[in-house]
């Protein structure tokens, strides 16, 4: 299952396509938590199931 979600979010440019592509899973992946390193930059964290999380960095 990982490779297959690797494969899937390798293509993302921005974090819109991440969400998007969260949400119309089946089931839909959660937006789990955002955590500010500084005001420019933050960690958003998809649960995709209870054993993968996949974890972005936006600036």
């Not at 990982?2 to 819109?16: A, H, N, Y």
């Not at 955002?34 to 998809?46: L, N, R, S, W």
């Amino acid at each position: 299952m990982s490779s297959d979600i690797l494969s899937e979010v390798e293509q993302f440019r921005t974090l819109g396509d991440a969400m998007e592509w969260a949400f119309a899973r089946q089931p839909a992946a959660e937006l789990f938590t955002v955590i500010a390193q500084d005001e420019y930059t933050h960690d958003v964290v998809i649960r995709v199931s209870d054993d993968v999380f996949l974890n972005f960095d936006t600036t």
